[in-house]
Every structure is written in structure tokens, then in C-alpha cells.
């Protein structure tokens, strides 16, 4: 499946924006919000592409061009794992859980959208290299 | 402190981490650097592919890898402008010996080698084309009596 870049980099601000509030507001809704988007993302059905697709493409006019969509899905399910344990630091009332994890998926989400870099996907061949029983 | 006040702290202090790191990763990222002579060789059985008859660009991917394609475009167009040199893409995942050999810990990374298989340069990240041109001018003027 193939993706527009410019959506990917869309996503990531409307990400950063919505990370930022959680750890303003201490709003735990906001997070689930997010990590529902997140899912959303694995399954390739962003909610924020969707934005994108509706109401900023059509202003762009059409991408010079496309990038394989399995990086930022991948990216996406990191999301989802820090954006869980948030909630569950949440839902337990660990504070610093709650905050380490939402921030750590903030810096995921800024990376990407102030600089195109996609941290999930270099965590990638880290987390490979540390599972040898997993060697294909 | 209140609640809103952490995590406003929290806030400034991941942006500005992201910051120095995003910074950091493109005045950084795909720079070619020279590679320390101990370095050991790489046979073509090591790779399952011929050496190029001049020099090799060893380059390490995988699937969830951004800049990968921007990379192979860079180094199939040089290969195929310089004779002699041999473009070799390796999928980490299924070579996690060589990624643990040569140390990868990021993908793109590539390994300039020459007509030995000596690696004499490396980069992490997407490299420059006229960075790779010049590691491969490197690469090739090593003679074969030079060790």
C-alpha cells in the first residue's frame, strides 16, 4: 500500500498537537482519543489521513510522490504501545508512567513532523537485533 | 507543583530533546565516514552476492525504512555510472549476523568496500550521491598490493 508523504507528516502535527494537550490538561480521554487514532493508523485507516485526504489534498493538488505506507504504519503501532502504557499509568495513577510514556510518544510524533524522522521505524532493527530467538 | 505546571515541564523538556536530536540527525545523518584499516574483510560468501571487480556499496535495509528506496535510487544510478562498482542491498532482518558483525544499528547504513571487500567507508542514514562518488574514488585507488 502506498501513502502520501505530505499525509504522514500531516498526521504527525495534528499528533504532536493532541500529545501536548495530554500532558497540558492531564487529560487521560485525550490520550485513549489518540491511541484510538493510532490503532486506526495500524489498521490504515487514520483518522487524520482521512482530514488529510478531505480537506488539505485537494488545496496541494496531487503528490510528486508516494512512499511504501508500511514505515509510518509501523510507527503507528509504537504509538499505540506508549500511548497504553500512558493509559494505564493513567488508570493506576502512576504520574510518572502516565508522563514518561506520553512523552516519549510526543517525541516519536514532534520528530516526524518537524523533521521527517521516523523514530519508530529506526527503533525498528534495534528491537530486531535484540531478539535472536527470532531469527528468520 | 501542580499538575499543569509537570506538564508543561515536561512539555519544553521533550520538544527541546526533540530538537537536539532532530538537529543533530540531519547535520549528521548519511555522512560518510572513514572506517578504522583493522576493519575486516567481507568475502562475497559473507554477502551471497559477487564484489564489484573496483569496489561494493553493502547496503543494509528493511521493510519499515523510510529512507531506504531514496538510498538504493542513490547508489543503483552510481553503481551504474562508475564501472567496476557493484550495488548489494541486504535485508537486515534476515542477516542479523552481518547487522551484528558490522555493527548496524540503523538502516540505511552502507558499507563502502573496496575491490577486497576491505570496508573502508561507512554511512547510517540516507548519504549524499557525491559523498558515495568520492568514497568510491577512495575505494578504487586501493591497490591490490597496498596491505
Known sequence: ?????????FSAVITTVVLALVLLTGNAWLLLA??????????????????????????LGPPAELEDS??????????LVFALAGLIGFAAQITVL???ATAAALLAAFLNAAFGFCLGCEMYLIIRRL???ATR | MSQAMTGLLVLCATLAAGLIVGLTMR???GAVRAVRSDMDVVAAGDLGAELGERATLVQFSTAFCQPCRATRRVLSEVSGMVPGVRHVEIDAESRLDLVRRFD?????TVLVLDHQGRVVKRASGQPRRADVIAALGLAASQEPDAT
Open chain 1, 1 to 9: 500500500m502506498q501513502v502520501d508523504p505530505r499525509s504522514t507528516r
Open chain 1, 34 to 59: 489518540q491511541g484510538v487514532v493510532f490503532a486506526l493508523g495500524v489498521a490504515g485507516a487514520s483518522p487524520y489521513g482521512l482530514i488529510f485526504r478531505r480537506l488539505v489534498r485537494p488545496r
Open chain 1, 70 to 79: 508500511t514505515p509510518p504504519r509501523f510507527a503507528q503501532g509504537v504509538g
Open chain 1, 98 to 100: 502516565a508522563l514518561v
Open chain 1, 131 to 133: 531478539m535472536p530467538a
Open chain 2, 27 to 29: 547535520r549528521r545523518g
Open chain 2, 104 to 108: 548496524v544499528m540503523r538502516t540505511p
